[in-house]
């Protein structure tokens, strides 16, 4: 065992008990009461929620359903700064706030995440930066917009956005480690859930509430703002929201990065019924984005860059019906058209004849366009509480159907995705027992059919021919099926100091994706000639995790750590080689990557790496630790101390290592808080990356400095409307130093991230 391997696993094991002795001191008692962490109800990981029959409040109303009375005064955030632990899950939970997401610089949700134990971005570029979460990405990963999936393409490829803008979101739920038992396949390594109103499933206090928002950024010269507005009455409530942002190329240690400007714009529009038994209502939202590529085709004058529309219905319902044995039904839907252009702007025309001119008309070309039209709906049913020999037991049995069919067109060369139509069909089951009033098991188990019908290649080979090679393959044109498979047994323990243990294990399947079977093209954004297999097996994972938290008090924490072992893990592997892509007599050419001479340069310009889609079994282990302590009262407040360390280690067997896998991550920071100010300085250090896979190199580490001041405060409420504004400023990589993401595939083009950079920001919410 290496010595780092023994250092982490040491560090790991040795945390649990210091934790234990400081959960039970608690010097900032006096303070902890103005701190205390306010109730927030995570709908992520399970279907099982608390009854939905009333057990203590006022009597159910006709204009509010009784699940979220509550609400009807909205639960307050946590203080700015505030750890949230999340209590009662048997997930590993990150919760990120709205407030939170407002002071952070970014484009995508993502940047909201990625310096969290666990998670990191791709950042492939400003506008498409995709959540990582324990070393694993693209079709392991759903994010998910109120229940539903974000229905786009962004696990194809790491260019490609997540189309959820940061400001539509009033809540980020993260569930790290499997989530297949209730969302599906593309689950097996976690759920990003954006949880907003745009379907109202409570009335507003005082019929109305909205917040507008408002920030700068220096880095980037970026804009952005939004507003929201809910308003009821009579049991019917109405939402709008809309947001823009406009930043420029940003400037990293080195200047400016050429290209990686972001423009995007969005807003929705929702309504519903509201009831003394539940809720039902329909949104629709609109983004669009335009934002550019950086790295070597733009420093070379030409500006790939890409231009997304998606339009997209969502329905959620809720009736809590109490009786017949049942407590709640609750449904979801969504359906959506997705579409992106891969362009690029020109700068250099003179050379060229008149036919590429026609085709560069106006200096912009089209490389590509990707479409993904789906349909999405789940149903769950919840149970009313049974009395077995065991102890309580709650649970749900859902069901959960989707349709998608997917397009990634070449406008130059062969195109990467032809129509691909993917059907699934699934059904789910969780239960939970309560053993005694101190210990909880949860049991679930989850069946999946899943068809994909599409066009690849079969028997692919590639003939060397010493200075270069040649490509060819047969045509597969099918459909594949697949009945993955998933079970899990999770144990949470009440502890004494007000700490909570959790042991899961699970065995979950996964589908291979369409792309992951059918892709046989160019992808012009990212520079590949990806090649999929249409004879990958299902992925299969067995995981065992083991966590410990404390929710309460002066000092918070959340530590797990974890192992999984995949048999037939599917990645991306490259061959080494680049292809051009246009095939010649049925055959592609290539050549080794980046060996040509420069009299043959001009030939190969528009050659891309050679990328097959390949299955190895592997291991995965990691750990991941937050903290905070508040250690004593100071003028109105309180100051302490918090810290954060997270790592993953993944090998194929055999020895090599899995490609793109972040590397050791330690932080901490100090800050003051009370009811008005908030302020903290901090550090995250991200060490040198040196354990990487084939056809990588050795990532330099990094230290990024923060530091935060914001001041909020509340006017008198008129006509029952309570304002509440802040103003605050935030400064990220303060020390201005040079940062290369490791898990990005950016990272072979040495594109740096956004140097140092200061955000002012302010927000006004009204009720």
């Known amino acids: 065992m290496s010595l780092q391997r023994r250092s982490s696993l040491w560090a790991t094991a040795s945390v649990l008990p210091a934790m234990a002795l400081l959960a039970h001191s608690n010097p900032a008692s006096a303070q902890a009461a103005a701190t205390e962490l306010p109730p927030i109800e995570v709908t992520t990981p399970s279907p099982v929620k608390k009854s939905a029959r009333r057990t203590s409040g006022p009597a159910p109303s006709a204009s509010a359903a009784p699940a979220v009375q509550a609400e009807e005064t909205p639960v307050l955030e946590p203080l700015p700064g505030t750890l949230i632990v999340t209590e ?29 134990p666990g998670i990191i971005g791709s950042t492939f570029a400003p506008g498409a930066n995709r959540p990582i979460i324990r070393g694993l990405d693209s079709y392991r990963v759903r994010t998910q917009e109120n229940g539903i999936g974000t229905h ?19 809540r980020i739920e993260v569930v790290r480690g499997p989530a297949t038992l209730r ?34 950024t220096s880095v980037d010269d970026g804009l952005d703002g939004s507003f929201k507005a809910t308003a009821g009455s009579n049991g019917v409530a109405v939402h709008a929201d809309g947001f823009w942002r406009d930043a420029d190329d940003y400037d990293s ?43 070597e085709e733009a420093e070379e004058g030409v500006d790939p860059y890409i231009d997304m529309v998606q339009d997209k219905v969502l329905a959620k319902g809720e009736w809590r019906v109490r009786d017949f044995g049942i407590d709640a039904i609750r449904v ?5 058209d997705y579409r992106h252009n891969e362009m690029a702007r020109h700068e250099h025309h003179d050379d060229e004849d008149e036919d590429e001119e026609e085709e560069h008309e106006h200096g912009f070309s089209l490389g590509s366009r990707f479409t993904n039209r789906e349909q999405e709906g789940r149903i769950e049913i919840q149970h009313v509480p049974v009395g077995t020999t065991l102890g309580e037991m709650s649970g749900a049995i859902g069901a959960h159907w989707g349709h998608r069919k997917t397009r990634g067109q070449s406008f130059e060369g062969e195109s990467l995705l032809e129509p691909a139509e993917t059907d699934t069909i699934a059904a789910f089951w969780f239960e939970e027992i309560e053993l005694n009033p101190f210990l909880r098991l949860q049991a679930a188990v989850r069946i999946e059919h899943t068809a994909v019908d599409g066009t690849g290649w079969e028997e692919v080979h590639v003939e060397d021919h010493g200075d270069h090679a040649h490509m060819h393959g047969h045509l597969f044109d099918g459909e594949r099926s697949f009945t993955p498979f998933g079970a899990s047994l999770g144990l949470l323990q009440k502890l004494p100091f007000d700490m909570e243990g959790r042991l899961t294990g699970s065995y979950v399947e996964r589908a291979p994706d369409a792309a992951e079977l059918f892709s046989k093209g160019m992808h012009e954004a990212t520079g ?59 055959e592609f050419h290539c050549h080794a990557g980046h060996d040509h001479d420069d009299d043959d340069a001009d030939e190969h310009d528009h050659a891309f790496d050679l990328v097959f889609f390949r299955q190895r079994d592997a291991n995965f282990y990691g750990a991941e630790l937050s903290f905070q302590y508040d250690v004593a009262p100071i003028w109105n407040g309180l100051w302490g101390i918090d810290g954060q360390y997270d790592f993953v280690h993944a090998k194929f067997d055999g020895g090599e290592y899995v490609p793109r896998i972040p590397p ?104």
């Open 152 to 170: 786009d393409v962004a696990a194809i490829s790491e260019d490609h956005a997540v189309p959820i803008d940061p400001n539509a979101a009033d």
């Open 253 to 295: 240690p080195r200047g400016t990065v050429v290209n990686s400007f972001v423009e995007s714009k969005g807003g929705s529009l929702g309504a519903s019924l509201i009831g003394s038994d539940g809720f039902f209502g329909v949104s629709y939202a609109r983004i669009e984005s335009e934002y550019g590529i950086p790295g």
């Open 528 to 586: 590949t000639f990806e090649v999929g297999n249409p004879f990958l097996d299902v992925e299969k994972s067995t995981t065992a995790e083991i966590g410990l938290r404390k929710a309460r008090g002066a000092f918070r924490f959340d530590a797990s750590a974890y192992y999984t072992r995949y048999n037939g893990f599917i990645y991306r592997a490259l061959q080494g080689l680049e292809c051009d892509p246009v095939a010649v007599g049925g």
């Open 183 to 216: 969302y599906g396949s593309q689950a097996i390594g976690g759920v990003v859930s954006v949880e907003n109103q745009r379907i109202p499933t409570y009335m507003p206090k005082g019929g109305f509430s909205g917040a507008v928002t408002g920030a700068g």
């Open 664 to 767: 050791h991550r330690l932080g901490g920071g100090i800050y003051y808080r009370d009811p008005n100010w908030f302020a903290r300085a901090g550090v995250l250090h991200a060490f040198d990356q040196n354990q990487f896979g084939e056809e990588e190199i050795a990532t330099p580490g990094y230290t990024l400095v923060s530091a935060e001041l914001s001041y909020t405060f509340q006017e008198k409420s008129i006509a029952g409307i309570t304002p509440i504004a802040t103003i605050g400023i935030k400064g990220e990589n303060l020390a201005d130093d040079e940062v290369l993401n490791h898990a990005s595939f950016k990272r072979r083009e040495d594109v740096l991230l956004p140097g140092a950079s200061v955000r002012l920001f302010g927000s006004i919410n009204l009720n």
């Open 88 to 116: 009662d899950t048997f997930s590993s939970v990150t919760v990120v706030t709205e407030r939170e997401v407002l002071s952070t610089s970014g484009q995508t949700i993502t940047d909201s995440l990625q310096t969290k």
């Open 332 to 336: 979801w839907f969504g359906a959506s």
